[in-house]
């Protein structure tokens, strides 16, 4: 188990003074310059941003979208969580999509309070019978699903000849048997239910 750290201690007057020197500004340049060299080489969010309208220059992630565009969209049983700006985020814009979030909530509460009960009780069915996403989610789910199954439970073989043949040859002699049965149990009864070593 990892052990907890404690508050971090105050800085000594020797770091105080490091920080503030000419070798602890030119090692964070420097190691500014390094990051963005990084960056430019990754490939950049083509989503237009809203503040300039131009292409978004954060680094992608792997679908082609930074964490902001769509980098991060929620799926499978996340699918209803809602992203809210990280700590490199302004404040301002977490709070506007929390109202955004609250408000939505509301309207459709307000939506569902309005309905009457057959229309409430549509509602529902429908809800317990489509999952979310649009179409082609649900398509894309089902042919897991179906792939699934199929993987997983054997289908019937074909009865091929010899296997026809083998059942038609078992079920005569099962037939027999039955015959034979019946035939062993009526003289039974007819000599009173002794033993006949002739059978």
Known sequence: MPRKRGPRPPLSKKQIAYYGSAASREQRASA???????????????ARAKTT??????PA???????????KTPA?????????ANQSGSVEKAHR???????RKAKREARVNAMSPDE?????EWQATHGPGGKREVARRNREAR???????????????????????????????????????????QSGGEWNDER
Not at 35 to 43: H, M
Not at 120 to 124: D, I, K
Request: glycine share 10%; with cysteine.
């Open 32 to 46: 500014l310059a390094k990051a963005f060299r990084k960056t430019a080489t990754l490939p950049h969010c083509g």
């Open 53 to 58: 309208g131009e292409p978004c220059q954060k």
């Open 61 to 71: 992630l792997p679908n082609g979208r930074c964490h902001m565009h769509g980098g």
């Open 76 to 84: 499978g049983k996340h699918w209803h969580v809602a992203q809210v």
């Open 97 to 103: 999509k929390l109202g955004d979030l609250a408000r």
């Open 120 to 124: 409430l009780q549509r509602h529902r």
């Open 147 to 189: 792939a699934v199954i199929e993987g997983t439970v054997p289908r019937a073989a074909e009865p091929t000849g010899e296997a026809v043949e083998l059942q038609r040859v078992i079920d005569l002699l099962e037939a027999r048997r039955k015959r034979r049965e019946a035939a062993t149990n009526a003289a039974d009864v």
